[in-house]
């Protein structure tokens, strides 16, 4: 069993920031990623960023050099620093983590955190 928490959202004045943490828990002996995900009312799920096992990361266009992902000091732990916050970043954010098992990779998701920008 695996559990992810994120924490961090909140409300906040469009051109301020916040930082969103994640840390999964439980039978996890490798994850191949971590990464966020948000989703606005109304529309799909998106990839916000990522990053895998080596550190590799990748971000969604829209929030290339605003946005950072980052693994924390603990283990399976990751965090998002979020600036220059803008009011279409308001979503709810999901973490996601990669398991690996094997050959074989699960995918565990938080149950969101709310992010709400004002203009």
């Known amino acids: 069993q695996v559990h992810v928490v994120e924490s961090g959202g909140g409300l906040v004045q469009a051109g301020g920031s916040l930082r969103l943490s994640c840390a999964a828990s439980?039978?996890?002996?490798?994850?191949?990623?971590m990464g966020w995900y948000r989703q606005a009312p109304g529309k799909q799920r998106e990839l916000v960023a990522e990053?895998?096992?080596?550190?590799?990361?990748n971000y969604a266009g829209s929030v290339k050099g605003r946005f950072t992902i980052s693994r924390g000091n603990a283990r399976n732990t990751v965090s998002l620093e979020m600036n220059s916050l803008k009011p279409e970043d308001t979503a709810v954010y999901y973490c996601?983590?990669?398991?690996?098992?094997?050959?074989?990779?699960?995918?565990?998701w938080g149950q969101g955190t709310q992010v709400t920008v004002s203009s």
């Open positions: 990053i895998t096992r080596g550190g590799s990361t």
């Open positions: 439980g039978s996890i002996f490798s994850t191949n990623a």
């Open positions: 996601n983590v990669l398991v690996a098992v094997g050959i074989n990779e699960f995918d565990y």
